[in-house]
């Protein structure tokens, strides 16, 4: 049996939010936009990869972010985050908001 996989399934599911924002790319509003598009996908991935939801990082860190002193900034990073209250508790919060909102 081969070493080699007969197809390329995983490379292509690896690069398909990049092949399918590609389009997108071209309404940022210029390289300003582009570097803001940059910081949100680094962000993201970066919380997939320290398994850290990448939603619920961003809500905690855009809530406590005017307040956070300047010099323990790394402490909002994905890989040194600890979130400012319990995710289940933020879930249930945001499931209740949204009943209520309709």
């Given amino acids: 049996m081969g070493r080699l996989e007969v197809d390329n399934n995983r490379a292509e ?3 398909k939010p990049v092949v399918i924002g590609r389009k997108n790319y071209l309404f940022m509003g210029g390289p300003k936009g582009g570097e803001a598009a940059a910081i949100m996908y680094t962000l993201a991935e970066t919380c ?3 398994n850290v939801d990448p939603y619920h990082y961003l809500a905690d860190v855009l809530e406590r972010l005017p ?3 300047h010099k323990k900034i790394n ?3 994905p890989y ?3 979130p ?3 995710v289940l508790e933020k879930k249930q919060n945001f499931t209740v908001a949204n009943s209520l909102a309709v």
Avoid: F
Wanted: net charge positive; hydrophobic share 30%.
């Fill in 84 to 86: 400012s209250q319990p």
């Fill in 48 to 50: 997939k990869k320290n």
């Fill in 75 to 77: 402490e909002l990073l």
């Fill in 80 to 82: 040194n985050w600890q």
């Fill in 67 to 69: 307040t956070h002193p």
């Fill in 13 to 15: 599911r690896a690069i």
